[in-house]
């Protein structure tokens, strides 16, 4: 009974690595194109995990949720934050916080950056 509780373990386990992996490149991509979009660069090897938790999305069900946080830059001098959050596989919403003032992408307008 041990192994298979181990094997069942690890096999979470590998799943979660591979589905934060493929959420990763997702949140590249994402924070890329709104980057092109709003004249800003994204600092490449920048985004990382930094947050799992477990929340609900607009239908109430249980889903894991994911913050990734990554710079960007206005002249390639200067650096800022952002986050890209997931809940479940999709975009929660996507925050830069711009010398400007904080920019706030929902989920419906990050669904468009593709």
């Known amino acids: 009974m041990n192994a298979l509780t181990f094997l069942f373990a690890l096999a979470i386990l590998v799943w979660f690595w591979q589905n934060s992996l ?3 490149e997702i949140a ?4 890329k194109v709104s980057c092109r979009t709003m004249d800003l660069q994204l600092l490449d090897q920048t985004v990382a995990l930094h ?3 477990i929340s609900r999305d607009n239908r109430n069900q249980l889903k894991l949720l994911r913050r990734y ?3 960007f830059s206005i002249d390639g001098h ?3 934050q952002g986050s890209i959050t997931f809940i479940g596989q999709g975009v929660d ?3 830069l916080d711009h010398p400007d003032g904080q920019i706030i992408l929902h989920s419906d307008e ?5």
């Open 69 to 71: 946080h990554f710079e």
């Open 22 to 24: 493929r959420l990763r």
């Open 110 to 114: 990050a669904k468009k950056l593709h």
């Open 51 to 53: 947050k799992v938790a």
């Open 78 to 80: 200067d650096r800022y």
């Open 93 to 95: 919403h996507m925050q």
């Open 28 to 31: 590249i991509h994402k924070c």
